[in-house]
């Protein structure tokens, strides 16, 4: 018999799998907040880090399914995928050293700028043309970053990943989107196994996380190419906007 509390963390991976395969970011600016706001209420606590280790996992099942279905879609530049990976895995690898050492507050408060500074990105470009453009030569420190953002925050790294390949390496929209979740199941792998030999990682709660994500990345990748840029441009940046003020609240509101 799966307890309540199984059933709301696979549903938080369902909701994570949905907007993280239609969005390309993994899924982890649900999963994070998520869990800390949502296994309280069953009587359990987790910290910020183990939340970010838990997200991990769930970035590595919408790589592997949201990729899967974004391959069959011709949506992925694999080329470009596999050329800027190294990067994002060097900068994950860093990312999640960082997290295991960093105090909660700094993590947090990291994460909340981070999404409000590519909210931004995102909402300054919603009137470029959606045409090919000249890759900027910052694109390779810009994914390392990305790398490392995915490792210390469990974000996938598609909350950077995807205003780079679109703003800097000029890719339209949809395909940044598809490359960046292709990029990131191989930056996840790394990441987990950091959080892992570092003793944050419950294996149950990631489980139940992975499952709602297997199932919600499908449904996710079917659903994004449905939906207009712009507008995912907008419902992504709104929805960064909102997890940034939910974790700066929980950190700062009572200092």
Do not use: C
């Amino acid at each position: 018999m799966i307890s309540a509390m199984m059933l709301a963390v696979i549903g938080v991976g369902l909701l994570a799998g949905v907007l993280g395969a239609i969005l390309g970011l993994g899924g982890g600016v649900v999963v994070v907040p998520a869990l800390e706001f949502v296994l309280p209420r069953f009587g359990h606590d987790i910290t910020i880090g183990q939340a970010v280790a838990v997200s991990q996992i769930g970035v590595l099942a919408v790589g592997l399914s949201g990729a899967a279905a974004y391959l069959q879609q011709g949506l992925v530049r694999a080329r470009t995928g596999y050329l800027l990976s190294p990067y994002t895995i060097v900068g994950g690898a860093a990312g999640s050293f960082l997290g295991l050492v960093l105090p909660a507050k700094i993590v947090a408060t990291v994460f909340a700028l981070l999404l409000l500074y590519s909210a931004y990105n995102l909402l300054r470009g919603l009137k470029r043309v959606e045409v090919e453009r000249e890759p900027s030569r910052l694109v390779p420190p810009a994914m390392t970053f990305a790398g490392v953002m995915s490792g210390l925050l469990g974000i996938g790294g598609g909350t950077v990943q995807v205003p780079v390949l679109n703003l800097l390496q000029g890719m339209p929209i949809r395909q940044a989107i598809a490359t960046s979740t292709f990029i990131m199941g191989l930056t996840a792998v790394g990441n987990a196994l950091v959080y892992q030999a570092g003793g944050l990682l419950d294996v149950k709660l990631a489980a139940g996380v992975a499952l709602g994500v297997l199932l919600g990345a499908k449904a996710g990748a079917s659903l994004q190419s449905r939906i207009p840029a712009a507008q995912l441009k907008l419902f992504f940046s709104l929805l960064l906007i909102f997890t940034a003020g939910q974790l700066l609240w929980k950190y700062w509101g009572n200092a």
